[in-house]
């Protein structure tokens, strides 16, 4: 880029009219969002995992329970997992079917494994022999699906391609059990060329892709600036394209969401799991499974009903994400039963309800009790759509706070008048006896105006428990426009006549604290309740012979979570000067539990902050204080405790499974982060 472009665009960045994430392709908000646009329409995906791993269909060695990780968990050398490649003739392959199954189901795009962690890929190559070209099949896999999405039409083809690579010889990250496989002459470099190479075969061969959903990016062998730059080389080969935030290292977990605007990537991806509230302005996509596998497993019966998935796209729409449900096609090319069950069952609610999915938005309750709300702007006036999950035995669907004025109500299926009343804030919608789809109803509410939602109050304050004395605040999220908050700490529920909130107070007892938002005389909100109790932490401890660090017991096993580590024989221990994984540091299936105390600077409230991968758990003073356990990522939880001044006891436990690892604790006060003294007894 010329120098004097450079100058402007940074100008431009720094007046934060440009995104200025990423300057080769910085773009204003509203080219992003016209970028965005066909995918957040779309609302609903099919993930397709498909390769080599089908053939196994999850057994090996006496074992079932294996995915599309099984090169790696079933522990197969290269060469014996090669061998598959002989084997790969998925004669009953059939794109037309495949996109057409997609578009009945109401999926508006599929994103499909171009190359997963195997290496093996699904096209024909020009990079490697490792491709479907070299199989009994030999047919290009990717171009059949992209020639049966132009002829089918209304179904966007998008590639998953991952990042780690078990295959190629430059790809120096070794499997820690792949001791046959020496990095002898292995080239990163070379392998970064050899990734952009088959990514610009994917970008530029196959027509219009929509989405490159990268992933495998967690190892250290993948860096922040590699992400930065692999962005912005696929945007440069096709400006238009959508990239998930798996390109490059800004993912949290599991939970997905991107730490900080300086990683790249347009959109998060939570997996197997969907965020507890909508996050406004941010694009994600919850990607799950049907049963527990992503790759295809025949001994994995374990599906998700068609009711709980219906309900969980539209739990994730009322978020305002985007859903991709995946499937695990078998070895010869067809998509199991189950899964072709669930895509009909879906298709047959979408056909009638997908209006309530695509190109909505988040809802604009804070909660729903009888289900999830839908939205969508009609010019000056706005729709809402209720998902109804629990149909009111009263025949009564209500919400009380509802600023709008109210136009019409109906079923979005078939379109017969729901009878309402609209009473100051309160809606009352007069259902039939039976809900028309058990599974869920959508309602269909006309409002004028953008909706205006008096939301309940959120009680604030450092913890729930307090030694001596507890600063509460409160807060009215959302447009409020006219509402006057109002509380109690008497134990009463909040009145028209109960004291106007005016900013954060002050308690010294047990205390209810309730508050409620008013219009005049009108209650417009819930009422929100929160407990806070004055308590005596336990006395410090006092011990001789302490010596500065902490005590690491290691244990060895391969567990899915924490083990009762009570009725395990340690394999060793050392005194470490902080919670780490010590000597265990790049093994596999290991356990470690540390004991020691922390010094206390005064009597206070603590908050500890535990990120482990995988799972791990925290004990202050024998109780349990945070919970990270599990196999996962990198992730961190928190938790507070109040504690006297002096020495705290702390007990963590941690259990590494395979692949990445970590562990650490930081703890902060009211005052900010805080750095602690470890003491433990030999
Ligand atoms: O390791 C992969 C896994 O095989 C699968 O592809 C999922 C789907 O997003 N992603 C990774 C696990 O987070």
């Known amino acids: 880029m010329p120098n004097t472009l450079h100058r402007f665009v940074l100008a431009v960045c720094l007046a934060g009219i440009l995104s200025p994430a990423f300057a080769q392709h910085a773009e204003t908000p509203a080219q992003h969002d016209q970028r965005m646009a066909w995918w957040r329409e779309a609302r609903f995906g099919m993930f397709i995992h498909?390769?080599?791993?089908?053939?196994?269909?999850?057994?090996?060695?006496?074992?079932?329970?294996?995915?599309?990780?099984?090169?790696?968990?079933?522990?197969?050398?290269?060469?014996?997992?090669?061998?598959?490649?002989?084997?790969?003739?998925?004669?009953?392959?059939?794109?037309?079917?495949?996109?057409?199954?997609?578009?009945?189901?109401?999926?508006?795009?599929?994103?499909?494994?171009?190359?997963?962690?195997?290496?093996?890929?699904?096209?024909?190559?020009?990079?490697?022999?490792?491709?479907?070209?070299?199989?009994?099949f030999r047919r290009d896999i990717l171009k059949e699906l992209a020639d049966a999405c132009r002829k089918i039409g209304g179904v966007k083809l998008c590639f998953y391609h991952s990042i780690m690579d078990w295959h190629h010889p430059d790809y120096t990250l070794r499997r820690g059990w792949e001791k046959d496989r020496p990095l002898v002459g292995a080239d990163r470099a070379r392998f970064i060329i050899y990734l952009k190479n088959q990514l610009k075969e994917l970008v530029t061969s196959y027509g219009d892709i929509g989405v490159l959903w990268f992933d495998g990016e967690w190892e250290e062998f993948w860096t922040h600036a590699d992400g930065k730059d692999l962005y912005n080389y696929v945007r440069s080969l096709k400006p238009?394209?959508?990239?998930?935030?798996?390109?490059?290292?800004?993912?949290?977990?599991?939970?997905?969401?991107?730490?900080?605007?300086?990683?790249?990537?347009?959109?998060?991806t939570p997996e197997q799991e969907i965020p507890e509230t909508g996050l406004p302005g941010v694009d994600w996509e919850s990607c799950m499974t049907m049963n527990d596998n992503w790759g295809y497993n025949k001994n994995d019966l374990h599906f998700k009903t068609s009711e709980d998935l219906l309900r969980k796209l539209a739990d994730i729409a009322s978020k305002g994400?985007?859903?991709?449900?995946?499937?695990?096609?078998?070895?010869?090319?067809?998509?199991?039963?189950?899964?072709?069950?669930?895509?009909?069952?879906?298709?047959?609610?979408?056909?009638?309800?997908?209006?309530?999915?695509?190109?909505?938005?988040?809802?604009?309750?804070?909660?729903?009790?009888?289900?999830?709300?839908?939205?969508?702007?009609?010019?000056?006036?706005?729709?809402?759509?209720?998902?109804?999950?629990?149909?009111?035995?009263?025949?009564?669907?209500e919400v009380h706070n509802l600023g709008n004025t109210v136009t019409k109500a109906y079923l979005l299926a078939g379109g017969q008048a729901v009878p309402f009343r609209?009473?100051?804030?309160?809606?009352?919608?007069?259902?039939?006896?039976?809900?028309?789809?058990?599974?869920?109803?959508?309602?269909?509410?006309?409002?004028?105006?953008?909706?205006?939602?008096?939301?309940?109050?959120?009680?604030?304050?450092?913890?729930?428990e307090f030694i001596s004395a507890?600063?509460?605040?409160?807060?009215?999220?959302?447009?409020?426009?006219?509402?006057?908050?109002?509380?109690?700490?008497?134990?009463?529920?909040?009145?028209?006549?109960?004291?106007?909130?005016?900013g954060p107070f002050k308690i010294n007892k047990n205390t209810l604290v309730q508050a409620r938002s008013f219009v005049g005389k009108t209650p417009v909100s819930e009422t929100a309740q929160q407990q806070f109790t004055r308590v005596t932490p336990p006395a410090p401890a006092s011990i001789e012979g302490a010596v500065p660090g902490i005590k690491a017991v290691y244990y060895e096993g391969n567990w899915d979570k924490l083990p009762d580590f009570k009725t395990l024989k340690p394999v060793g221990e050392e005194i470490l000067p902080s919670p780490g994984t010590g000597r265990m540091a790049g093994k596999d299936h290991y356990g470690i539990v540390f004991e020691g105390y922390i010094d206390i600077p005064a009597?206070?409230?603590?908050?500890?902050?535990?990120?482990?991968?995988?799972?791990?758990?925290?004990?202050?003073?024998?109780?349990?204080?945070?919970?990270?356990?599990?196999?996962?990522?990198a992730r961190e939880v928190g938790g507070a405790v109040p504690l006297l001044k002096g020495l705290n006891a702390i007990r963590i436990e941690f259990f590494e499974k395979s692949g990445d690892e970590s562990l650490s604790l930081s703890f902060e006060s009211r005052n900010g982060s805080l750095k602690v003294r470890w003491r433990c007894v030999l």
């Open 422 to 464: 609209k009473k100051g804030f309160s809606l009352s919608l007069q259902l039939p006896a039976a809900a028309p789809d058990p599974v869920n109803t959508v309602i269909v509410v006309e409002i004028k105006g953008a909706p205006e939602v008096f939301h309940t109050p959120q009680i604030e304050a450092y913890h729930t």
């Open 470 to 502: 507890m600063e509460v605040a409160l807060s009215l999220p959302g447009r409020q426009g006219k509402a006057v908050l109002r509380y109690t700490t008497d134990g009463t529920t909040p009145g028209p006549k109960s004291a106007v909130y005016r």
């Open 240 to 268: 238009d394209i959508i990239v998930n935030n798996r390109v490059d290292k800004g993912r949290g977990g599991m939970a997905g969401m991107t730490s900080s605007s300086e990683y790249a990537g347009d959109f998060g």
């Open 603 to 633: 009597d206070d409230i603590y908050r500890f902050i535990l990120a482990s991968d995988d799972g791990s758990r925290l004990y202050v003073n024998n109780r349990l204080v945070v919970d990270n356990d599990g196999l996962h990522g």
């Open 50 to 136: 498909w390769g080599l791993y089908a053939i196994p269909a999850g057994e090996w060695g006496g074992a079932t329970n294996y995915g599309e990780w099984i090169r790696h968990s079933a522990q197969i050398p290269l060469e014996t997992y090669d061998q598959f490649v002989h084997q790969f003739n998925p004669t009953a392959f059939n794109a037309e079917a495949w996109v057409q199954m997609a578009k009945d189901a109401g999926m508006k795009y599929i994103v499909i494994t171009s190359k997963h962690h195997d290496g093996f890929c699904l096209w024909d190559s020009k990079e490697t022999d490792f491709d479907v070209a070299s199989t009994p």
């Open 321 to 397: 994400g985007n859903f991709l449900l995946n499937i695990g096609p078998k070895a010869d090319g067809t998509f199991p039963q189950q899964s072709i069950d669930r895509l009909r069952d879906i298709g047959a609610w979408m056909r009638l309800n997908g209006e309530s999915i695509y190109g909505t938005s988040a809802s604009p309750f804070h909660h729903t009790d009888w289900g999830r709300v839908t939205q969508k702007s009609l010019g000056k006036n706005s729709r809402l759509y209720f998902h109804v999950f629990d149909w009111p035995k009263s025949g009564l669907l």
